[in-house]
């Protein structure tokens, strides 16, 4: 199981994440697993990069390691430090901006990590026909996908 990486905070403010360096060992992680696989198959590209990304998904999926409101909550609120300023997120964003960022890494295109997001809330049954313009996916969870992905894109 993945650690919190909760430091020790002021009791004025919420609790710190270091959710970049979250995102970053998860990459490394990641491109670990990729590396294995390659080396196992003889530098077999392809099966290599399969199994990468069924690994990601079996990591992001409900209930997987890297879903994080499992470890941290819904609404409960905390604090990172994102270009030396500080952001406040709760719980559920900390799951969705990892997937995105890791997502992105793969690279799979925003677009379609916005998507597949959408396609899971469809089959799960936990979807709002008024969230048709974010793919049938919780606008907000689709805000911090989209943050993720910048966060990547950006080299943070």
């Known amino acids: 199981m993945a650690s919190t990486s909760i430091i020790q905070h002021d009791p004025d403010e919420p609790p710190y994440v270091n959710l970049l360096n979250i995102c970053r060992n998860n990459v490394i992680e990641l491109n670990n697993i990729y590396l294995s696989m390659f080396i196992y198959t003889n530098g077999n ?3 290599a990069y399969s199994a990468k990304v069924a690994y990601w998904t079996s ?10 409101k499992l470890i941290y909550g819904w609404n409960k609120l905390y604090k990172i430090i994102v270009n030396g300023k500080a952001e ?3 719980g559920e964003d900390i799951g969705n901006i990892n997937y995105g960022y890791t997502g992105r890494s793969l690279p799979l295109p925003p ?3 916005c998507a597949a997001a959408g396609v899971v809330q469809i089959l799960t049954g936990n979807f709002e026909i008024s969230y048709y313009k974010s793919y049938f996916d919780d606008p907000e969870d689709q805000e911090a996908i989209r943050k993720g992905i910048s966060w990547y894109e950006q080299g943070l």
Do not use: F, P, S, T
Request: glycine letters at 10%; proline letters at 0%; hydrophobic letters at 40%.
């Open 59 to 68: 990591k992001v999926r409900e209930g997987g390691d890297w879903d994080y």
């Open 111 to 113: 677009e379609i990590l």
């Open 45 to 47: 590209a392809a099966l």
């Open 88 to 90: 406040y997120v709760y």
